[in-house]
Each structure stands twice: as structure tokens, then as C-alpha cells.
């Protein structure tokens, strides 16, 4: 299993998902660590041209324009299972749905204490953290 956080230092969660400008993907296999990296990410200063849409009523970057953004920023974990990080929109969290990859928004900022809580199922979705 492939697990990616979102970071800027590869220790501490991003609370943004757009923002972040890498992930620090972890290979598990039996509850141990076989092997972890740092990727580039793509984000909102690469689409620095193009508006950043948010319609009301429906959550951030729910539009067509923004889902391929999405999956634009996905490609560097499309070997991943599961994105762990502090905060999304609640188009891109659903984008990741249709990648297949299981999104999980936490407050922990620790991504040790995070992968712990998630190895024990102890990590939950806070969902109500999505805009």
C-alpha cells in the first residue's frame, strides 16, 4: 500500500491541498515502512493563470476546468491508495474519489502521528474541514 501526505518540509501535514508543493509518499507492506519519497506536486502557482473558480453552493473547484487541474496534481500519486493531508476543496476531495484514491482530511500536522493514527484506523475523516 502507497500512502501520500501533503507537505512543504516532508515532516509536517499541509492544510492545503492546492498549495502544498509536494507529497511525501510512504510504501507499507505489513504495517512497515518498505520505502518513502518526496514528489514534486503541481499547485495553484502553476495554474497562476487560470482563474480559480469557487461557485457558490457547491464547494471549491466542483467545475470541469478544475476537476482536470485535479487530475493533473494526482498524476505524480496515481500509484497511491490513499492522500492524507490538513485541508481540500471539496471538488478536488472528490476528484481524488474518482481516481481512486481514498482522500482523508485530519488535523493532525504531524505526519508520523498521522500515519501511526492511520496504521492503527485511528485517523478520521474530518470531512467538515473541506471548503
Known amino acids: 500500500m502507497k500512502i501520500a501526505f501533503i507537505t ?3 515532516k509536517t ?3 492545503h491541498f492546492g ?3 509536494h507529497y511525501l509518499v510512504v510504501e507499507v507492506e ?3 515502512i518498505q520505502h518513502q519519497e518526496m514528489r514534486e506536486k503541481l499547485g495553484h502557482q502553476q495554474f497562476a493563470d487560470h482563474a480559480h473558480q469557487h461557485q457558490h453552493g457547491q464547494g ?3 467545475d470541469a476546468a478544475s476537476h482536470d487541474k485535479h487530475n ?3 498524476q505524480a500519486i496515481s500509484d497511491c491508495d ?3 493531508c490538513g485541508g481540500m476543496g471539496m471538488g478536488a ?3 481524488m474519489q474518482s481516481f481512486g484514491i481514498t482522500p482523508l482530511v485530519t488535523q493532525i500536522r504531524d505526519i508520523e502521528a498521522a500515519f501511526q493514527a492511520y496504521l492503527s484506523g485511528d485517523l478520521q475523516d474530518e470531512t467538515h474541514l473541506l471548503h
Request: proline share 0%; net charge negative; aromatic share 4%.
Open 8 to 10: 512543504d518540509d516532508g
Open 13 to 15: 501535514i499541509s492544510q
Open 19 to 21: 498549495r502544498a508543493s
Open 30 to 32: 505489513d504495517g512497515v
Open 60 to 62: 471549491s473547484g466542483m
Open 72 to 74: 493533473r496534481m494526482s
Open 82 to 84: 490513499v492522500l492524507i
Open 93 to 95: 476531495y472528490q476528484s
